[in-house]
């Protein structure tokens, strides 16, 4: 007798899928039903980079029917420490018509639908409605909120991971369960976004190139719980590990009554401006931008200032736009390099160091006359110089 009851019927897998999923059919618990779930299944990813890579590689392996991707970016070099799904030859190409090339050798009885552009606000619950599961691979928190409110009004699972440095974060948001119980989601754990700046990206922070393989791979294992019903999948609970020490620990979220869009008076009826509820400054925010085309103005015009490069030495040997390279680290120890007397523009890859190390500088040392440079110099090379090599 099949486990739990399960009525072996194989009427739906073709004799090369028995074949190729011969160790998910022996597996208790599982068998011919649950496989044929898979099948039937339709899952978005959303995001082929760190996490998207090995979720969309296990989840082509174990069978999914149908998998969309969402992606908008190109193959960087600087991927390839983690996002094992590409090649030196794939650099420069879309990911997404690139990631679904090669899962489809891996798995030719999948069928994929690309989304070759960035999900966002206006196209967000079209692209979603047709699929059972949202799994998401993105670093962004704009993002992470528009999938979480869209799966919401749509009634859908969102299988969230995250990453930094070395921990990783697991979680499943509105999942209903056998009882007709819908789940926590992510605002009830993050009900709004940290303030611009405290949370590095990546690129800003780094990332240990092993942490989202792993944290992928719990995603993908959550995405088939989540299809399939066996186990106990993480709806409620929020999975941390840290890769560092090589510790655990699972966290109980709970239901928030003033959650804006699922609490005891929701203010959210539809999608919103993400970007915009994402940047919001705080009032005590005293920290003074200053965009590329004022900078260059003030280049071009040999104003009396003073440019700081607040990068690592091996990013400013890449490239940079001048100015005094003082490693954020080193700052404190450089304070006779950075005058008081005439503006200073302080610029990093893209604003968000800078803007921290302005801050350091502005409550700690009373500085006033600092400016952040708005986008860092990924804002300079896509205004002025494309060929700059930034990493």
Request: aromatic share 8%; charged share 25%.
């Amino acid at each position: 007798m099949a486990p739990f009851g399960l009525n072996f019927n194989t009427m739906q897998l073709s004799k090369e899928e028995i074949k190729r999923y011969a160790r998910h059919l022996n597996l208790p618990h599982f068998g011919m039903e649950t496989q044929e779930k898979l099948k039937d299944s339709r899952v978005l990813v959303v995001g082929t980079g760190g996490l998207g890579a090995p979720l969309l590689q296990y989840l082509t392996a174990a069978g999914i029917g149908t998998i969309g991707v969402v992606d908008f970016d190109v193959v960087d070099t600087s991927n390839l420490q983690r996002q094992v799904l590409f090649g030196s030859s794939d650099v420069g190409k879309p990911k997404t018509s690139t990631a679904v090339y090669k899962l489809r050798d891996q798995n030719p009885n999948i069928q994929f639908i690309n989304f070759d552009e960035k999900l966002v606000r206006e196209n967000a619950l079209d692209i979603i409605r047709d699929f059972d599961v949202v799994a998401d691979g993105t670093d962004n928190f704009p993002t992470r909120y528009l999938v979480n409110d869209a799966c919401v009004l749509l009634s859908k699972p969102y299988v969230y991971g995250s990453i930094f440095q070395f921990e990783g974060q697991v979680s499943v948001f509105n999942y209903l369960d056998k009882e007709g119980n819908r789940g926590p989601n992510y605002r009830d754990l993050f009900p709004t976004p940290p303030p611009p700046g405290l949370v590095p990206s990546c690129a800003d922070g780094g990332v240990l190139g092993v942490l989202p393989g792993i944290i992928g791979s719990m995603q993908a294992s959550e995405v088939i719980k989540v299809l399939t019903g066996i186990g106990d999948n993480l709806s409620g609970r929020l999975f941390i590990f840290d890769a560092f020490d090589f510790t655990s620990r699972t966290l109980k979220i709970r239901k928030d009554p003033s959650n804006p869009i699922t609490g005891d008076a929701p203010t959210i009826t539809q999608l919103i401006d993400y970007d915009e509820f994402c940047s919001l400054k705080s009032d005590t925010d005293t920290t003074s931008t200053i965009n590329v085309e004022t900078l260059k103005q003030w280049i071009d015009e040999n104003a009396n200032f003073k440019i700081i490069d607040v990068r690592e030495p091996y990013e400013r040997d890449a490239a940079h736009i001048g100015g005094a390279p003082i490693p954020m680290d080193d700052v404190e120890k450089s304070l006779s390099e950075i005058p008081k007397d005439r503006n200073v523009v302080v610029y990093c890859r893209s604003g968000v160091r800078s803007a921290r190390v302005i801050e350091l500088l502005q409550a700690k040392y009373d500085y006033q006359n600092l400016h952040n440079l708005e986008g860092g110099i990924l804002a300079w090379k896509e205004k002025f110089d494309p060929e700059l090599n930034v990493i």
